[in-house]
């Protein structure tokens, strides 16, 4: 049997987001199906999150087992054959047995991005959030630098799947600014439900000034959901990075 | 009456074209039903250039006569609320009475975008060529510079409207890339059916060695719409400017 990673990006746009559900496409579920009719698969392929609907991707690592015999360098293109066009598969390469893609990823990288201008850029439309509203970048980057390091984000997340800590090492949260386009960057060991999109409205509370900069630490410390900002849309969030500690992908 | 003037930008996947046809849905009759139910226009706004279905518009200048007294910097927010989110209108100016979209215009720019990589960009699908072959960027430069200046580009178009004249004068053709992606950026004072499509079109046959930057004299020469390459797919073309020889739209 072999085991085998594949580097996808995908717009999440038209998709109930990553996992699998009887009743609705997911990204998870249209990549099942390509594998079944490429490779023959048995089981779904392991996605590297459960990004919900509408989340996009540009670095999103899966795994699967095959019998298939197709070389590693045929996986892209005979996917992408059967793919619909806004899921790519990019690369694909051999892993150990015990490979998993979410057990075995050491840091996962979240982007989310707003266009700032007066009016809509038609093409970002589900592609950013359209915030036309004044953003103090020095205090956002001042509220984003509270959230880094080790702590207890229980605050800062939906009620999803049970964890057994909401414990969690958030290495860093840039802002960066491209014109009108603003992007927030988060590297962490793992997110807990929602939490990237919580984080984010966390400063746009901020923004609001519903609550300065400084109360962050006290907002994390009270493990109480209501203090923090509301959850970011969709619409605004992208995977954009998920480490295995060595690289997977070679070029 | 008052003549307004808007600034506006579209996303033209959805849409056969700017211009209104009786059996389809179109960039011009899409607006005019905006400026219907939010100005009472009794005539069709007059657009600075016929774009066809799939062509995007980054920067698009159009022109209409109405008796509302909606003041103007109201016209954006009042006519987005009642359009779809693939056209936006940025802003809106008094111009005069004998102010014509496409007859005031003195220089139109196109900019045409191609994405490289070996596999597709599921951000850029209906939003630029995908076209995962080698370009000597060198060699089409050359192609682009030798079709700069005054020529009958009657080798270059497709049959349209009649035209008095094919003689157009290209001011700029200028290549820049930003890793995978490519930008073709043409300056003209007017530009033909299918010109720059065909233009982008006849570099490709040059990276395809069908033949050299130094026929390109020849071909313009001939009138010979055969020696010219293909027409360049419509998804990856923009209209990226329209200039009246004063700044209509200020900050």
Redesign the interface.
């Known amino acids: 049997m072999r085991h085998i990673a594949l580097l996808l ?3 999440g746009t038209q998709y109930h987001g990553w996992q699998i559900q009887s009743n609705a496409t997911t990204v998870q579920g249209t990549l099942c199906d390509a594998l079944v009719q490429v490779a023959g698969v048995t089981a779904p392929p392991v996605g590297c999150g459960r990004t919900d609907a509408g989340v ?1 991707a540009e670095y999103y690592v899966a795994d699967f087992f095959t019998e298939s015999k197709i070389p590693l360098d045929r996986f ?1 293109v005979a996917l ?1 054959t059967v793919l619909p ?6 690369k694909a390469c051999e892993v150990s047995d015990d490979f998993h893609a979410v057990h075995s990823c050491i840091r996962k990288e979240y982007t989310y991005r707003m266009y700032t201008a ?6 970002l ?1 589900n ?1 950013a959030l359209f915030y036309p509203y004044p953003l103090d970048l020095e205090s956002l980057c001042h509220a984003a630098q509270n959230m880094v390091g080790t702590h207890d984000f229980a605050a800062m997340r939906s009620l999803g799947t049970p964890v057994k800590s909401t414990v969690r090492t958030v290495y860093e949260f840039d802002i960066t600014q491209n014109g009108n386009e603003i992007a927030f960057r988060i590297a962490a060991n793992g997110f807990l439900y929602n939490m990237a999109r919580t984080m984010v409205g966390t400063l746009l509370a901020v923004a609001q000034k519903k609550f300065s900069p400084d109360e962050i630490p006290s907002i994390l410390e009270s493990g109480d959901r209501s203090r923090a900002g509301a959850t970011a849309p969709a619409c605004g969030l992208y995977m954009t990075h998920s480490d295995y500690g060595k690289e997977l992908f070679h070029a």
């Open positions: 990006s995908f717009d996009h892209p992408n066009h806004d899921i790519v598969v990019h007066k009016t809509p850029n038609p093409f439309h592609r």
